[in-house]
């Protein structure tokens, strides 16, 4: 179901609905870019720990926009033994509220616009009919602006439009506006004293001012007061309240559904989400903590599942080669595994993964949801006797709950949100410093002599090289050191550094 700003309103409470009745939630999310500097190769070096790698998504990819959000419910129906999905596809773009609203700034990648530009995009869905929103302290300010003007209308605070070094002093009337003042003194005198007027509409004093009003607005304008009783009094300023209230609500706008996912402890599915996670928190919720952990990137969601990390170990990894999400879908149909059977809720619209829709996040959502479902079923077959339905809930898969994929990190799978990350010995690994012109096939080369290694770039005239044996670090270092600088490899905390 497509969601966009003019019927987002009328649909929050089948969004509320589907999150609240799902066993299971799937999401991905849609960006206008990856990194604001780096190379993704640089971004994403193949011996970072898990804390630089949050460092640097933190850094270099936080100020893009995330401006699609796909949100895929998962129920199951016991009794048909299938799956019930909703799916709904949110178009977002921080569009001001009024003068005092955020005026975000974000940047736009223009590769990553470009892509999906080719998967046939409609970036006008997202500028011009974006849903938008508030994070909680844009949220507390707007209502402390609220606050603060019911209080003066109640005759408390500071009026926001006079200067705190304005004089108290009784204001003086200019001579050609007194008997303007007096005659408006006396219509309001009479407006109270007389029960049967109930109105007063007051024209400007200025003939010009007339005039401009009805050549600007191509009508007369007035000041018109109303006298009221105490009862409607009160019924107004309930309107007013919840008008507010309303437009409150409105500009909150998508942050809500973040909210009901939060509140809802769900279990949250979604494929290689590190990002979508950050941004998620980011954009909608709070600032990114200053490191990553338990507390920091579980505000809101509490229990995270990545299909990429699940697929990725054991026991897939051996017979899934391939774990982006597309060529995922696809292996999962075949033996070993059982394709789901999952059917969109009436009223929702279904997808055909033979058309793949990939980068529509409501699509990639939903995939990510069925990968999910076909590697838990197969987690049952080695139940005795066998399952054919895992459930969400089951402890078979709390293996892989709040552990994150780390993408291209060569020997840490994963980002832990419950514990202590992993922390592999790497005396085999060298920092190697060379000439800028060398490329990666002249490190290649110089290292041939010990078989395999891999090589991560740091930048133009550094990378890490990871040789097969610790014992050939050693070797290494006698043999080139004359050419290039070698350098054990140390985990960043560590301030003393061997060098040759």
């Not at 408390?156 to 005659?183: H, M, W």
């Not at 832990?416 to 010995?425: F, M, R, T, V």
């Not at 133009?460 to 044996?469: G, I, M, N």
């Not at 050419?483 to 061997?498: A, E, G, M, Q």
Request: hydrophobic residues 35%.
């Amino acid at each position: 179901m497509e969601i966009i700003r003019s019927n987002f309103k009328d649909n929050l409470n089948k969004v509320y609905e589907a999150i609240e009745e799902a066993d299971f939630l799937a999401i991905d999310g849609e960006f206008s870019g990856i990194s604001d500097g780096p190379s993704v190769s640089t971004l994403t070096n193949g011996f970072d720990t898990p804390e630089e790698r949050y460092q640097k998504l933190k850094k270099h990819s936080m100020d893009f926009l995330l401006f699609q959000f796909g949100l895929c419910s998962f129920k199951y129906d016991h009794t048909e033994a299938k799956y019930i999905m909703k799916s709904f596809n949110f178009y977002i773009f921080p569009k001001p509220f009024n003068r005092s609203s955020p005026d975000v700034k974000f940047v736009c990648q223009s590769s990553s616009i470009d892509f999906l530009a080719n998967q046939g995009f409609d970036f006008n869905k997202v500028f011009r009919n974006g849903i938008p929103y508030l994070n909680q302290e844009e949220e507390r300010q707007l209502r402390e602006q609220y606050d603060e003007r019911r209080s003066q209308a109640n005759g408390a605070g500071t009026l926001s439009y006079i200067s705190p070094n304005a004089t108290k002093c009784p204001v003086t009337i200019p001579e050609d506006q007194k008997k303007f003042i007096e005659r408006v003194v006396e219509q309001i005198e009479d407006l109270i004293q007389n029960e049967e007027n109930k109105n007063l509409q007051l024209e400007p004093s200025i003939p010009g001012i007339i005039y401009l009003c009805h050549y600007c607005f191509q009508k007369e304008r007035y000041i018109v007061i109303s006298k009221v009783d105490e009862e409607e009094r009160k019924r107004r300023e309930q309107q007013k309240q919840a008008k507010e209230q309303e437009e409150l609500s409105d500009a909150v706008g998508f942050s809500r559904v973040i909210h009901a996912i939060a509140n809802s402890g769900k279990l949250v599915v979604g494929h290689n989400m590190l990002l979508d996670v950050m941004h998620t928190i980011h954009q909608f919720y709070c600032p990114l903590p200053e490191v990553s952990g338990l507390v920091s990137l579980q505000v809101i969601y509490k229990i995270l599942l990545d299909t990429k990390l699940m697929a990725s170990t054991q026991p897939f990894k051996e017979i899934i080669n391939n774990t982006s999400l597309a060529e995922l879908e696809k292996r999962l149909k075949e033996i070993p595994f059982n394709p789901p059977e999952v059917e969109s809720a009436e009223g929702f619209p279904s997808y055909d993964t033979a058309s793949e829709q990939l980068h529509e996040a409501g699509y990639d959502a939903y995939i990510t949801g069925l990968c999910f479902i076909s590697m838990a079923n197969y987690l049952g077959s080695f139940l005795s006797p066998p399952k054919n339905h895992v459930s969400a809930r089951s402890k078979l898969i709390e293996p892989f709950f709040n552990k994150l994929f780390l993408m291209r990190v060569m020997d840490i799978p994963y980002l832990n949100l419950e514990g202590p990350d992993l922390q592999p010995k790497r005396d085999h690994v060298l920092h190697v410093t060379f000439p800028k012109e060398w490329k990666t096939s002249d490190l290649y080369q110089l290292f041939s002599a010990f078989g395999n290694i891999q090589v991560s770039w740091i930048d133009d005239t550094s990378a890490f090289v990871s040789l097969s044996q610790p014992e050939q670090v050693q070797i290494g270092k006698c043999f080139w050191n004359h050419l290039i600088t070698l350098t054990l490899f140390l985990p960043p905390h560590f301030n003393n550094v061997l060098h040759t």
